[in-house]
Structures are given as structure tokens and as C-alpha cells.
């Protein structure tokens, strides 16, 4: 049988988990994660493409950087997209 302290504790670990939650979906559309990305993405193709000796190898790794930045801001909008097929 259920009781009432059983019901509490299943309620706050019911909130524990929403807050967890939460602050996992502030993190992943949070403007820190894009940015460190961004800056992950720009130093790891720029250290790649110095090491195969490409010429101008920092100036060519803005272009995947600022390709995943583009990439991060249409992204809401496909999800609106398929969020809206799954939902019907």
C-alpha cells in the first residue's frame, strides 16, 4: 500500500529530475554552448588543416565555424517543423 511519505518522496524526486531537466535544455540552446562550439570547431579544423599544410589554414577554419553558427540558427525552426508533425 502507498503512503503518504512514499508519495512525497516520489514527488520530489519527480522535481529533482524536471530541475535537471530544466537546466539541461538551458544549456543545450544557451548562447555559452554556441559559442564554445563555434570555438572548438574553428581550432580544431584550424589546427587539421595546418597540419596537412593547407596555406591561410587559421583564415580557412572561419568558414566551418561560421557554417555551424548558421547551422545552429535554423535549427530552431526544423524543430518547430517536426515538433508540429509529431504533435498531430
Do not use: C, H
Not at 20 to 44: A, C, G, N, P
Amino acid at each position: 500500500m502507498t503512503t503518504i511519505t512514499s508519495l512525497q518522496k516520489e514527488i520530489d524526486q519527480i522535481k529533482k529530475r524536471n530541475k535537471s531537466v530544466e537546466l539541461d535544455k538551458k544549456w543545450e540552446t544557451s548562447f555559452t554552448r554556441r559559442i564554445l562550439l563555434i570555438m572548438f570547431t574553428y581550432v580544431t579544423i584550424g589546427l587539421y588543416l595546418q597540419s596537412i599544410k593547407i596555406e591561410n589554414s587559421w583564415m580557412n577554419a572561419v568558414v566551418p565555424a561560421v557554417g555551424f553558427y548558421l547551422s545552429t540558427l535554423t535549427l530552431p525552426f526544423f524543430k518547430g517543423l517536426w515538433e508540429k508533425k509529431y504533435r498531430e
